[in-house]
């Protein structure tokens, strides 16, 4: 079998890789409750760090207006804690009408079929993004 052969052969089973390649190894679209799903009276509803933070926060607010003599801040609970973006869009909820919030989920490419690795062909992080961009060939 001469070079030439060879060099088709690997093309070949490239395009075939790509051809049968499940996309969703390298990315999925993934639906989970709004902020306000399952708040109290479907306000912002934090999640348990946010909570302590925000509790803390408030506590630092009331101890600086004491010392200044002022009036004390009222804590607004909002939703109060408990958030969890995996869990399912409430129906009832008045902010996303149920549909709940998208989010993109980009797969670790450690373990990729060499379907997906032929599709995949980087990433990178930007500066003006907290999130990553996936560069993905699309056959």
Not at 56 to 70: P, V
Request: charged share 30%; glycine share 10%.
């Amino acid at each position: 079998m001469g070079r030439n052969e060879d060099a088709q052969d690997r093309l070949l089973g490239m395009f075939v890789d790509m051809a049968y390649a499940d996309a969703r190894e390298l990315s999925e679209m993934r639906v989970g409750a709004c902020r306000c799903c399952y708040g109290e009276g479907h306000r912002y509803q934090f999640t348990t760090l946010e909570w302590e933070r925000y509790q803390e926060a408030h506590e630092k607010a009331l101890r600086k207006a004491e010392a200044k003599g002022e009036e004390e801040p009222e804590f607004d609970p909002k939703g109060g804690p408990g958030f969890t973006l995996t869990r399912e869009p409430n129906p009832e909820c008045p902010e996303c009408g149920g549909e709940g919030k998208p989010r993109v989920v980009f797969k670790d490419t450690q373990r990729l079929s060499p379907g997906a690795v032929s599709l995949y062909s980087g990433a990178k992080k930007t500066k003006a993004s907290r999130f990553c961009e996936a560069f993905v060939i699309l056959a």
